[in-house]
C-alpha cells in the first residue's frame, strides 16, 4: 500500500513531532510511506514540501490577520481559533495523486483551508484522519475550555471578540458540514481514548467510523540514562531531588503553570529544607522563575530528541499540569525514560499514567494534590519500581511496532 501523511511541518510542536514518529514506525514495519508538509525543517527524504515558502507565508498571513484584526478577543486566543479561511489546492502533487491512502493530521496554519481539505475528500480515495486536536470537530477552536458548543452549531464562541448566533465559530461550523458531506470513505483516529469519545458526541464527526490509536515512540531514543553522568553534563544538581517541567510553550493558559507555582510553594511549606531543584525547558518570553520557591535550571528550547531523553533521565518527577491535551509527547516520553510523572487527571493523560503505579493523577485544578503528587513521587520508597513501572507502560502498548500494526490493519480493512 501507498500512504501519503499530510501535515502542516514535520517537525516543531506535538503533531509534527507525532507525525514524524509515525512516519519512521510505518517504514520500519515495510509500508510506502511518504509525509506531504507545507513547510520542511528536516533532513527526512520522505518528506515533501507542496507549497511555496512565498504562497505559504502568504496563506498564513491571509489566515491570521483578519481573524486578528476583526474577531480575536486576545492575544491569549491568537492561535488557539482556526478559521482555515486561506490555503493550498494540493491535488496535483505527486504525493497526493499517487497515494492510496490519504492520512490528514494537522493541517492548520494556513496549510489547508476547508476548501482544500474538500478537495481531497472528493477524490475518492480513503481518507484518515488523526486527531491531534479538537479542531476537525469544532467551529475554530483548537481545544474548547470546557465549552460543548460543538455538541451542535457552535456560536456564541468565547474565543470571539463579537460573540453572537451567527458568529465566525457558527460559520465555520457550517463550512465543514458542506465539506463532509463529500466524505465517503473517512476514518476518524483520535490518539486518546478522551478525543474519541469527545469527538462521537459532537455534531460534525459524531456518525464517522472513529478509533483510537496512540502515538508511536522510539523507545531505543527515549530510555532512562545514567542519571548522575547526564545532570553533570547539563550542570544540574547531582545531589538535589530534580522536578522537571516542560512545554512548547510555557506561558500557553493550557499548560496550567499557574497550578504549578501554586503546586511548589505548598511542595516547599512540606518539604522544608530538602535538597530540590527545578528544571524548565522550553520557550519562555515572560515567565519569571524567580517566582518558584526552589533553584531553577532552565534549559530554553531543546530540540534534538537525544537531549531530550537526557533531560527527561536526570530527573526524579516530569510535572505536567496540563488543564487540556490529547495524549501528550512529553509525559510518554519522560515514561519511557524511566522517569514517573505527576500530572492531572484531564483529558488523553488517564491513558498515559496508572495512578501510584508510574506517576499521580491529581484532582483536575487542585494544586494541593498536585503538590502531593509531585511529593509522593520524589520521597517514594518504590523509586526503582515507579521508574520500571513507566518505562514498562511505553514498552507494552507505544512502541514504533505496536503502533504500526494498528495503523497498518486499519489501512488494510479500508482499502
Not at 479561511?85 to 490519504?102: K, R, V
Not at 475550555?145 to 458568529?167: A, S, Y
Not at 531514543?221 to 553522568?229: L, M, N, R, V
Not at 494544586?367 to 517514594?380: E, M, N, T, V, Y
Request: proline content about 4%.
Amino acid at each position: 500500500m501507498k500512504v501519503t501523511l499530510i501535515n502542516t511541518a514535520d517537525a516543531g510542536g506535538g503533531a509534527p513531532a507525532a507525525c514524524m514518529r509515525l512516519l519512521k514506525a510505518l517504514v520500519q514495519n515495510g509500508v510506502d510511506v511518504t509525509m506531504a508538509v507545507q513547510q520542511r525543517l528536516t533532513t527526512e527524504q520522505r518528506v515533501t514540501t507542496t507549497t511555496g515558502k512565498r504562497i505559504a507565508k502568504a496563506n498564513f498571513l491571509l489566515e491570521r490577520l483578519p481573524f486578528i484584526a476583526f474577531e480575536e478577543r486576545d492575544k491569549s486566543v491568537r492561535f488557539a481559533f482556526s478559521p482555515a479561511n486561506s490555503g493550498s489546492n494540493i491535488l496535483d502533487h505527486p504525493a497526493i495523486q499517487e497515494a492510496e491512502i490519504l492520512h490528514l493530521h494537522w493541517t492548520n496554519s494556513g496549510y489547508l483551508s476547508i476548501k482544500n481539505l474538500q478537495q481531497l475528500l472528493q477524490l475518492g480515495k480513503p481518507v484518515v484522519w488523526t486527531l491531534h486536536d479538537m479542531w476537525a470537530f469544532t467551529g475554530g477552536c483548537h481545544y474548547s475550555n470546557g465549552c460543548d458548543h460543538f455538541v451542535n452549531q457552535c456560536g456564541n464562541c468565547w474565543m470571539l471578540r463579537r460573540p453572537k448566533t451567527n458568529d465566525l465559530s457558527h460559520k465555520v461550523w457550517q463550512r465543514k458540514f458542506a465539506m463532509l458531506q463529500s466524505a465517503q470513505n473517512l476514518t476518524i483516529v483520535s490518539c486518546s481514548n478522551w478525543l474519541g469519545n469527545v469527538s462521537r458526541g459532537s455534531g460534525l464527526l459524531g456518525s464517522r467510523p472513529t478509533v483510537a490509536i496512540p502515538n508511536p515512540i522510539d523507545v531505543d531514543t527515549f530510555s532512562p540514562k545514567d542519571k548522575i553522568a547526564v545532570r553533570k553534563k547539563w550542570g544540574i544538581d547531582t545531589d538535589a531531588n530534580i522536578i522537571l517541567f516542560g512545554a512548547a510553550n510555557i506561558n500557553d493558559r493550557r499548560k496550567g503553570i499557574i497550578y504549578l507555582v501554586e503546586a511548589l510553594h505548598l511542595l516547599k511549606q512540606q518539604t522544608g529544607d530538602a535538597p530540590v531543584q527545578m528544571v524548565i525547558f522550553g520557550k519562555n518570553k515572560h515567565f519569571d522563575t524567580a517566582t518558584l520557591p526552589f533553584k531553577v535550571k532552565e534549559l530554553s528550547i531543546i530540540n534534538a530528541e537525544s537531549d531530550l531523553a537526557e533531560i527527561y533521565s536526570a530527573a526524579d518527577v516530569f510535572v505536567s499540569p496540563s488543564l487540556e491535551d490529547n495524549l501528550p509527547n512529553m509525559i510518554m516520553e519522560s515514561l519511557a525514560c524511566g522517569t514517573p510523572v505527576a500530572a492531572f487527571n484531564s483529558g488523553g493523560i488517564p491513558d498515559l499514567i496508572d495512578h501510584q503505579q508510574n506517576g499521580y493523577l491529581a484532582e483536575y485544578k487542585s494544586a494541593a494534590d498536585l503538590a502531593a503528587g509531585i511529593r509522593h513521587l520524589l520521597f517514594s520508597e518504590d523509586n526503582v519500581g515507579l521508574s520500571i513501572s513507566a518505562r514498562q507502560k511505553v514498552l507494552e502498548n507505544f512502541t514504533n511496532n505496536k503502533v504500526a500494526k494498528q495503523y497498518i490493519d486499519l489501512y488494510n480493512s479500508i482499502l
